[in-house]
């Protein structure tokens, strides 16, 4: 099935840094997700944006809705070594009446303490 | 709310038994999505219930079959077991109604191996 563009697909980071990540699809959503899974873990739902232009903080995490609507950004401030996982992201848009959903292929993150 | 629970969580087979994958949502839910994960790989789409029906399929073979019960409960089942199936079985949850955004919240998976 169809996956949206994730990048960079790994990155190893010195504890401290800022880490930015991207998602890019070519299809239009209305909602963007983003999510953590820790190994052997399953994904854990971070942060949602429902709004193109959206800027939305978690913590040390903050998401944004590109204005295009193809994309959606995620940058961590002041990594720290429980950061380190997958990233996913996932875009819905309207399918036959109701939100389908469209993961992202993943960001794995590793943090050098 | 309790979350989204998956049994077995761990579970190894031998090629060519079936094995069958059972996923409670979180309660309200309605719609019970699937997914395989290889290592090193991303979630892979297997297919998605809803109301007890199947509304979205992945391109997985025919061995690879679910099915959603009244109370929204799902199972998944893989007969004719192959090497290449081990993986982390992921269902997730979510509202699924028309009209509703339809955030998916994970379980913790099912780790199958097959010997």
């Known amino acids: 099935g169809q996956q949206l563009n994730q990048s960079p697909q790994s990155m190893f980071i010195q504890e401290g840094e800022d880490v930015s990540m991207n998602c890019t699809s070519s299809?239009?959503?209305?909602?963007w997700l983003w999510y953590k899974q820790d190994p052997g873990e399953g994904p854990v739902l971070l942060i949602a944006?429902?709004?193109?232009?959206e800027l939305t903080s978690n913590g040390r995490l903050t998401a944004q809705f590109g204005t295009t609507r193809k994309d959606s950004f995620l940058n961590i401030s002041a990594s720290i070594p429980s950061d380190v996982g997958i990233y996913f992201c996932?875009?819905?848009?309207?399918?036959?009446?109701?939100?389908?959903?469209?993961f992202g292929t993943g960001t794995k993150l590793q943090v050098i303490p | 709310k309790a979350g989204v629970t998956q049994t077995p969580r761990y579970l190894i087979k031998t090629r060519g038994q079936q094995v069958t994958l059972s996923c409670s949502p979180i309660?309200?839910?309605?719609?019970v999505s699937w997914y395989q994960q290889t290592p090193g790989q991303g979630l892979q789409f297997l297919f998605e219930?809803?109301?007890?029906?199947?509304?979205n399929k992945g391109n997985f073979p025919g061995r690879f079959s679910g099915r959603q019960f009244s109370n929204s409960r799902s199972e998944m089942n893989v007969s004719t077991l192959e090497l290449g199936d081990s993986a982390l079985y992921l269902c997730?949850?979510?509202?699924?109604?028309?009209?509703?955004?339809?955030?998916?919240?994970f379980g913790p998976g099912t780790r199958l191996t097959v010997l």
């Open positions: 309660s309200g839910h309605r719609s």
């Open positions: 299809s239009i959503f209305n909602t």
């Open positions: 997730a949850s979510s509202p699924g109604a028309s009209g509703l955004p339809n955030e998916q919240f």
């Open positions: 944006l429902y709004k193109a232009g």
């Open positions: 996932a875009g819905q848009r309207n399918s036959g009446g109701y939100q389908k959903v469209t």
């Open positions: 219930y809803f109301s007890e029906t199947q509304r």
